[in-house]
């Protein structure tokens, strides 16, 4: 982080020379009542708590129960891990800002906000992709399941979402501090987000743009179209008992797939942000513990393991 801070430091004195540039942001974040702001506050800080509470036990009863130590599990793991980041990244400062009562973000801490908020939405992303495929292999090969996926395969498979997605995020963060910023430094919204900083530039973004277009279209469709002929040869290959199975195993992951998708639809304005970074993460660990047998038991075993040590 600090260090990250330092790069951006530098390479910012070295870009914008001797032009005007702004110090910091101001967050606009969602009202600007005084008397809905507490309102706020306690909605935020609610979901937070329950993404942090759902998805930390997700990955703790996974990390405990030996029987989840498939690859299924520690790519689910991988997903909360990124969910409980996301919504941190993206809420944390917007809590603070109303405790405080203030709306100010520097440029460095809103840099790194963004850069951060690129790598977990893309990593959720491609981790959808990566579950999909593990799906796939169990239902379309079952037989040939274990020589598919070895152990450093899945290491492999949950590696490239956060390597890939971090170099995205750096790709997008090199291309945004050339830009200059003159005199509008109001976002409109609840955390520094690209698009919205993109607009603020007072010079011409075309190349950014193109890149996020590029870049973003790329890291939507690629999963999803592995989710989709993933799930089509899951429904050709099984019988009607079959098809019933695979979608009692994989039908959480489908589930998860339809809400981020869904929330992707859309997206740019601050509802489709809340959506992105707040609510789906959120729900996450709910549509996979209450669908999920294994994952209720897991979660059963944890509770009673609590409740005798105490
Ligand atoms: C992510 O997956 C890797 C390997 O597949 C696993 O070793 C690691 O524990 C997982 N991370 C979390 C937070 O569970």
Redesign the pocket.
């Given at each position: 982080m600090k260090t990250l801070c330092f790069f951006l430091q530098i390479s910012r004195n070295m870009h914008q020379g001797n032009q005007t540039t702004i110090a910091e942001f101001i967050l606009l974040g969602f009202v600007h009542q005084d008397e809905h702001q507490n309102l706020l506050f306690v909605l935020f800080l609610g979901m937070y708590l329950v993404t942090v509470v759902g998805n930390g036990l997700i990955?703790l009863a996974?990390?405990l129960d030996t029987y989840l130590h498939t690859?299924m599990y520690?790519?689910l793991?991988?997903l909360?891990?990124a969910d409980i980041s996301s919504i941190s990244n993206s809420v944390s400062k917007m809590l603070m800002n109303i405790r405080t009562k203030s709306q100010f973000i520097s440029y460095e801490s809103c840099i790194t906000q963004m850069y951060f908020s690129i790598v977990f939405v893309i990593t959720d992303n491609l981790l959808l992709g990566t579950m999909a495929y593990d799906c796939f292999v169990a239902i379309c090969h079952p037989l040939n399941y274990s020589t598919l996926m070895q152990p450093m395969f899945?290491?492999l498979?949950?590696v490239i979402p956060w390597l890939l997605s971090n170099i995205i995020a750096l790709t997008h963060t090199i291309l945004l501090i050339q830009l200059p910023f003159c005199d509008h430094n109001t976002l409109s919204h609840f955390f520094c987000d690209l698009a919205p900083l993109l607009k603020l530039s007072c010079s011409d973004t075309i190349i950014n743009e193109l890149v996020l277009f590029i870049v973003g279209l790329s890291v939507i469709i690629f999963p999803f179209a592995l989710i989709f002929f993933s799930y089509a040869c899951i429904i050709r290959k099984s019988s009607a008992q079959g098809k019933w199975r695979a979608f009692s195993t994989c039908g959480s992951h489908l589930t998860v797939v339809l809400l981020f998708y869904g929330t992707i639809v859309g997206d740019t304005d601050k509802t489709g942000a809340v959506l992105f970074t707040v609510v789906t993460p959120m729900m996450n660990p709910f549509t996979y513990s209450l669908r999920n047998k294994d994952m209720k038991g897991a979660l059963r075993k944890l509770i009673n393991r609590k409740s005798s040590s105490l």
């Open positions: 990955i996974i990390s690859p520690l790519f793991a991988n909360s891990f899945c290491i498979l949950t």
